[in-house]
């Protein structure tokens, strides 16, 4: 005889559902936002150009490498201030989704 799984409570926009979870579930990782200062690739492709190097001081919007993907050429842009603390690939790398590009360092200025 199969055995029988407890319900538990699973809340999805305040509202509480009894089910049964699947193990897939609960071992799942749980949701973080992004780290504006780590530059993963948002698809597989390859590393047509990098625009930077380390220790340049880059600000929120300037290119940072060109990665192409099905053809197309995609700008990756710096998405705060810094410093380019570890660029991680190199021209010609191919990359799957989700791997680190490089690390940018925020700067903190003191406003004048």
């Given at each position: 005889?199969?055995?029988?799984k407890?319900?538990?409570?699973?809340?999805?926009?305040?509202?509480?559902?009894?089910?049964?979870?699947?193990?897939?579930?609960?071992?799942?990782?749980?949701?973080?936002?992004?780290?504006p200062?780590?530059?993963?690739?948002?698809i597989?492709g390859?590393?047509?150009?990098?625009?930077?190097?380390?220790?340049?001081?880059?600000?929120?919007?300037?290119?940072?490498?060109?990665?192409?993907?099905?053809?197309?050429?995609?700008?990756?842009?710096?998405?705060?201030?810094?410093?380019?603390?570890?660029?991680?690939?190199?021209?010609?790398?191919?990359?799957?989704?989700?791997?680190?590009?490089?690390?940018?360092?925020?700067?903190?200025?003191?406003?004048?």
């Open positions: 005889m199969k055995e029988e407890e319900l538990e409570s699973l809340n999805i926009d305040s509202t509480i559902y009894k089910t049964r979870l699947s193990g897939k579930f609960k071992n799942r990782k749980p949701y973080s936002l992004p780290d200062s780590r530059v993963l690739s948002f597989s390859t590393v047509l150009e990098i625009l930077v190097k380390e220790g340049q001081e880059v600000r929120k919007g300037d290119d940072l490498m060109i990665l192409e993907a099905m053809k197309m050429q995609n700008r990756l842009k710096s998405q705060q201030d810094g410093l380019v603390k570890k660029v991680c690939v190199k021209r010609g790398d191919k990359v799957i989704k989700g791997i680190l590009l490089l690390e940018i360092e925020q700067i903190h200025r003191i406003p004048s």
